[in-house]
């Protein structure tokens, strides 16, 4: 074949292939008639087969071009198509029997064809996918046409007579049975059908996931009107919900603190009394560990002790939003049609940390210290501003302490003892800061401080470290911004190097056939108009802190908009977050279509021009009658 394919390469005539009448007649493009045709006697006398050094061809090919050249219809060609001759004939044939193209037999040409393409091919794949020598994790059993009709009755409201494709098929029906006796619990032959399920189960989260990202691109099609409808949002956080409830063998109308191992509908009802009303498990896991005994006063300590550990490992997440527009002058500011940019900022801590501590003597304890710590920090930051702000000769005020509590005895000594070292180590600072400045007479200090009207003789002086700090400040903002955007570039290039994770923390599932990482979902949307705003973005290794941009359009009308931001998790039922933003959108400004800066250096260039103009550079008759 390569043979072949090179014989072709080595006869094809590039000299036909590309026919240029002045390249033949060696004539330039803007030749005369008269040229033409002396170009051509004299080639003629040179190719013509009558001729010693004649040659047929090459003859062929100077008439063609001289005629191209000098006869309109056959230049009209040449322009048109390539050829003085006009356009060549081509013929197409094909490969097939010619009653296949008969009229007669078009309708027997076409129903074989469907039969084919349509029925058999289809056919010879399915069974190729779904026999069991094709695939070894297909089981074929006789005893399904037993046990699955009895699962049905066992299972209300599965709609098994449903006559719309695929729902009628068998194996959609018998799939639908296994995930509901899945999410009822409903106890299944551990050598047949609980095999069955478990193998249904395990792949649920992955065409979950491919559910949603179907649905994604279609609402994301339809914004840009390539099909028709636009589906709302309820279509693709209901696929969202389904992952969770796979994951957890549990329904959505359950309470989710079935969710914690032990509890069942028997103890339920004791996390709701006239004392409290716990509906989710971050106000059970926020409740003293006295509570919390007493809510599951009926299950054994050992059982008691799996309930808190498990309650301790499972998520909480910080969901923190900020909404800008990037590469913008003033990022706060959103101008209709800007690309707006959401970065989601999630913070994976453990539930643990919302237990009480037992002891309540070590609560006030702390809580008095912390206070105090954090009332002499506050008169630390206040006393280092007045040091900024005001000049070296003036009176600090003091500032009265704030306490809520009033600490004992020991307490009072230790809080007085950090005072004095704090003024003791503020007044050694002020000394410092006084020597290093420009030293001033002692009775000018003392009589600027009797007298606040020269006070704005000083003022004057200080205006231009002010300028030089705002310049510094200024300078120091852009430095912070540049180094922003460098490493939020270099953490995305470096996660595209190192791939995505799908490692994060492990869920606990007891009826999961294998292990499950903790997975989240993160989107914008508006609840309004019930429409998703960004394709919802698969967060899969949040491990300590996980980072997520979303971007998305402002609307093109101005006004106060309110959006969305969710987060969901495709492993636990009730934890899901919410958190809204609003944006203020301003009208676009208008492209400016007149550049004065330019017209001021035209203007410029023609002043220096006339000015020029006015002494010439070269020698007149007056000026060497001026010299003489």
Known sequence: MLMLLAYKVSQFDYEYANFDPYEILSVSLDSSQAEIKKAYRKLSLIYHPDKETGDEKTFMKLTKAY??????????NWERYGNPDGPGAMSFGIALPSWIVEKENSV???GLYALVFMVALPTTVASREFEKKHNSEIVERPSDSEEVPHLIKQIPNLNEKNRE???CYLYSIKARALIHAHLNHVPLNPETLEKDGQYIIKKCPYLIQEMVNCVSQLIMLAYAHRIPRLPNIETIENCMKLCPMIVQAMWEFKNPLQQLPH???????YFSSKKRRVKSIQQFAALKSEEKRSILRSLPDDKFEDVIKVLSKMPLIEFNVVSEVIDDENPTVYTAGAIVTVTVTLIRKNMSELFEVDNEENIDVNAIEGEGEQVEEEEGNIKKEEQVKKPVWQKQTKKGK?????PSKGQK????????????????AKEKEITKKPSVDAGEESDISEDDGDNSDYDGLDDKPDQSDNKGSSLEDDDTEWEKFQSARLSKREKVLEGLSKLSHSVHCPYFPEDKQEYW???VSDRKSRTLLTPPYHVTALVDKEEVQL???APRWPGVYTFTVCLRSDSYLGFDQTHDIKLDVKKAPEVPTEHPQWDMLDDEEEENHGAESDVSEFTTDEDVEDDE
């Open 551 to 553: 971007k998305f359009t």
């Open 263 to 269: 509890v069942n509908d028997d103890n339920i009802k």
């Open 402 to 406: 704030k306490s809520s509590k009033k």
């Open 108 to 110: 027997w040409v076409l």
């Open 67 to 76: 005629q191209a050249l000098t006869d309109d219809e056959a230049r009209r």
């Open 413 to 428: 000594q230790t809080v007085k003892a950090r005072k004095s070292e704090e003024r003791s180590t503020q007044a050694e």
């Open 521 to 523: 979902w993160v989107y």
């Open 165 to 167: 494709a695929p729902l």
